[in-house]
């Protein structure tokens, strides 16, 4: 059980462009969902925290109009990064959260930007 | 605020042998969860361990045992019998008790000697 996943898990785009990243819970209803960044060797850094049908939570240093989260059910949130650069390329992981405050990852995914 | 710190950028160990990861943390609260997370190659976050601050006993899964002082505000991991699969990087967090979000330590990569 606690299954997320994540689509796409690689993708390149062009700088300019947006690209949407979807996060789903297979098996569960998340009433909260995470976003991180993660550079190559360094820990999670979130990014974001989303709740069903309310606006995201964005940390400190974190872009609102850059990144755009929407977590439209209790099993999908989308994070789009707009006009994205070639400093936007890194990992994204979201995670899960169920009432237990357990969060469940997703595989995450690497973006580059060309 | 929590802080975790995790002290060892990088540990190796020869493959049967054992090997412990250092994480301390700081906080103010008594009741709270610790975790230690495995990153391997494929960047997929799996939940290793999770302590529960209020239980004196240390937690365990099979080789993977924790040495957990709460008075030091110290939580480290042993790794018995260390496989080649262990090879990767371990995240030490720490999440309140009531509160969703998880405080993350820099990382320790282990390398696995054959």
């Known amino acids: 059980g606690a299954v997320v996943s994540q689509h796409p898990s690689r993708v390149i785009c062009k700088s300019g462009t947006s690209v949407k990243i979807e996060c789903r819970s297979l098996?569960?209803?998340?009433?909260?969902m995470f976003w991180y960044r993660q550079f190559p060797k360094k820990s999670l850094m979130l990014m974001a925290t989303?709740?069903?049908?309310?606006?995201?939570?964005?940390e400190q240093g974190v872009e609102k109009d850059k990144f755009l989260i929407n977590h439209a059910s209790l099993t999908l949130s989308t994070l789009t990064v707009t006009s994205a650069h070639p400093e936007d390329s890194s990992f994204y992981i979201c995670?899960?959260?169920?009432?237990?405050?357990?969060?469940?990852f997703g595989p995450g995914t690497r973006l580059t930007v060309t | 605020a929590q802080t975790v710190t995790q002290s060892q950028p990088e540990m190796s160990v020869q493959e049967a042998e054992t090997v412990t990861l250092s994480c301390t943390y700081d906080?103010?609260?008594?009741?709270?969860?610790l975790f230690w997370y495995k990153q391997p190659p494929s960047r997929q976050m799996i939940l290793v361990i999770r302590?529960?601050?209020?239980k004196q006993q240390n937690a365990t899964e099979n080789r993977f045992s924790v040495n957990f002082q709460k008075a030091a505000k110290s939580f480290s991991l042993k790794i018995s019998d260390s496989q080649l699969g262990d090879a990767a990087m371990y995240f030490c967090?720490?999440?309140?008790?009531?509160?969703?979000?998880?405080?993350w330590g820099a990382g320790t990569k282990l390398i696995i000697k054959p």
């Open positions: 906080t103010s609260e008594s009741d709270y969860y």
């Open positions: 302590q529960e601050a209020y």
């Open positions: 989303s709740n069903e049908g309310s606006k995201a939570t964005y």
């Open positions: 098996d569960f209803q998340a009433t909260t």
């Open positions: 967090a720490y999440r309140s008790f009531d509160n969703y979000q998880l405080i």
């Open positions: 995670s899960a959260a169920s009432g237990n405050y357990e969060q469940y």
